[in-house]
């Protein structure tokens, strides 16, 4: 990787965390009501990409077992409560693979 | 914008923790993969100036691929779509200056963002945990580059992200449609990702868009 396609990246990068934080304005209240319904289905999207590979492999047991438990924690809609229940899930997850 | 207290401070960085973790151990395999593939100094430089795991380590992928630089920053550019979406929907929560702003843009990895969108101090989350991820992924790839190997803890890092991301997901459901709208895209990604592979970097902010349009609040 040349110099300048490192340089590029960064730039396409911070640019595209600046653009809408720091460069346009602030969206109008019907654009902010429907961008505040985007962060929950962004991130479970983000979750269930780690279910399987480019190539279709699945995730190991335990990284399964760890996205079963957080699931299964995700009624109490608390980061240590998903993490706990995501630890439980993965030591299941070790313990049966 | 009010002062900041010792107590809100420490909540930050202790809510940083378990992300700056993962980002360190992945730093490490960042370092000790890439490093001979694009040298060290290159591979440090990318860790500190692109600040992004997936796109670094989509990079090398393309690298080995040997897909061309043209292919490798449009390839960057649809990866980071979501940065887009997730800097518009912060942008309400973060006031102050667009200089100020500017700046804490650098520090929005997702882990961060999702974070100070849970957050009440939106801005300070922001900052501490995106710079505790910063500071953990270029200190992990600096040792993985100098030969430390935490391969074994990569098992362990690999399911801290999805764990992080559902209950980053939890956190932010504040209506029954929400969570109904968060399933049909977590399905949508699942489906779409199967079948078409290359839209994987896109999917997850495709979906989200697209759910976002449907149904009313309730």
Known sequence: MTLWGIVALAAITYGSRALALAVLPKPSERIQHLLERVP???????AALSLFDEDGVLASAPTL???CGAILASPFRSLPASLVGGAIGYLIGAVLS | MPAVSRADARAAIVTGIAPAF???????????????????????LASVIVFSGALQFATARLLAEGASIPVILVAG???????????????PRIEGSRVRRAALAWFMIDEAAGLALAAERAALVLFVTGAMGYLAWIAGTGLGLYGAELAELEDVADAVFPVLFTGLAAMSVRHRSDAVRTVAA?????????????ARPILPAAAAAAVSLIGSDR
């Open chain 1, 40 to 46: 929950p289905p962004l991130f479970a999207g983000l």
């Open chain 1, 65 to 67: 077992g760890a996205l």
């Open chain 2, 22 to 44: 993962a980002i360190f151990v992945f730093g490490t395999i960042y370092g000790a993969t890439v490093g001979p593939q694009v040298g060290d100094d290159r591979t440090l």
């Open chain 2, 77 to 91: 550019a649809l990866l980071n779509i979501r940065h887009v979406l997730l800097g518009a929907a912060l942008r």
């Open chain 2, 186 to 198: 977590a399905g949508i990604t699942v489906v779409v990702a199967f079948v078409v592979p290359a």
